[in-house]
């Protein structure tokens, strides 16, 4: 059975920082698994901020968050983190983990996380 667990999040004045962990497990070792991290802010649409495959190439980050959030990924723990620094206001939302798996180029299915809550307010 495929779980995904989320950790981290809290909350942080302007200019802090945060770390986020996603750790995936129950699936087979020959799928790929593309991990993303979406947040949706309170009443507004939710958006992507980064995106990795197990299957290698660059990471794909949104604009917003470009040069503040890293996204790095351990494989053989099959955990992504997201470390978030230079927080603003404006990254105050509930964010995702979503777990994509493949094999072969077919899609098979994928997980979310419950959301983590992230607030930066001073």
């Known amino acids: 059975q495929v779980q995904l667990v989320e950790s981290g999040g809290g909350s942080v004045q302007p200019g802090g920082s945060l770390r986020l962990s996603c750790a995936v497990s129950?699936?087979?070792?020959?799928?790929?698994?593309?991990m993303s991290w979406p947040r949706q802010p309170r009443g507004k649409v939710r958006e992507l901020v980064a995106a990795?495959?197990?299957?290698?190439?660059?990471?794909n980050y949104a604009d917003s968050v470009k040069g503040r959030f890293n996204m790095s990924r351990e494989n053989a723990k099959n955990t992504v983190y997201l470390q978030m620094n230079s927080l603003k206001a404006e990254d105050t939302a509930v964010y995702y983990c979503?777990?994509?798996?493949?094999?072969?180029?077919?899609?098979?299915?994928?997980?979310w996380g419950q959301g983590i809550q992230v607030t930066v307010s001073s």
């Open positions: 979503n777990a994509v798996f493949s094999r072969i180029g077919v899609r098979m299915g994928d997980i």
């Open positions: 129950g699936f087979a070792s020959s799928t790929t698994v593309v």
């Open positions: 990795s495959s197990s299957a290698g190439g660059s990471t």
